[in-house]
T-cell receptor
């Protein structure tokens, strides 16, 4: 199992450009998440998905969009990049065994994004 | 008040000693509690999960949960240099809501 994979590992964008961060998992997990982590800070939830075709906003969704057409893939789209979006982005997935609460999340290696 | 609070550190502990990491949370409806370890430049990885009051031990790690005091801790016995990392406390109150603390930086000195 590759687990959770993310591409690219690094990217530099100019202000106003757009890009898609790719995320895939091969563990057949229903739940997938996108987080951003700013230096010295914890993780903030951008968007999450509880299954193919179902997505919802997290704590900091502005400036981002997601889609979930398959169980395996959960891409994150940045439209009109801004310097405030400079961060490390982590994708995660989890199974859903416990009712009403979150199970262990497995994280991808991250994408380090700089917007200049 | 932050939803999940941790002392940012750095916490410096001599090799072989016990490291004690603490976390408080504000949502009394929280049901799941996690400790993740994050090495510099790497992604978080799960160390411990705990769901009920009391202690849970796994090797050198012990997680302690006290829901009445809204407090969760992680003890690392026989600390090793490889334990030097940032430890993130995470708390969940629903299937989708999980809040991470800002992390405590732990340094094990030889």
């Amino acid at each position: 199992n590759a687990g959770v994979t993310q591409t690219p590992k690094f990217r530099i964008l100019k202000i106003g450009q757009s890009m898609t961060l790719q995320c895939a998992q091969d563990m057949n997990h229903n739940y997938m998440y996108w987080y951003r982590q700013d230096p010295g800070m914890g993780l903030k939830l951008i968007y999450y998905s509880v299954g193919a075709g179902i997505t919802d906003k997290g704590e900091v969704p502005n400036g981002y969009n997601v889609s979930r057409s398959t169980t395996e893939d959960f891409p994150l789209r940045l439209e009109l990049a801004a310097p405030s979006q400079t961060s490390v982005y982590f994708c995660a997935s989890s199974d859903h065994i416990r009712t009403g609460t979150t199970d262990t999340q497995y994280f991808g290696p991250g994408t380090r994004l700089t917007v200049l | 008040q932050k939803e999940v609070e941790q002392n940012s550190g750095p916490l410096s502990v001599p090799e072989g000693a016990i490291a004690s990491l603490n976390c408080t949370y504000s949502d009394r409806g929280s049901q799941s509690f996690f400790w993740y370890r994050q090495y510099s430049g790497k992604s978080p990885e799960l160390i411990m999960s705990i769901y009920s009051n009391g202690d849970k031990e796994d090797g050198r790690f012990t997680a302690q949960l006290n829901k009445a005091s809204q407090y969760v801790s992680l003890l690392i016995r026989d600390s090793q240099p490889s334990d030097s990392a940032t430890y993130l406390c995470a708390v969940s109150s629903s299937a989708s809501k999980i809040i991470f603390g800002s992390g405590t930086r732990l340094s094990i000195r030889p």
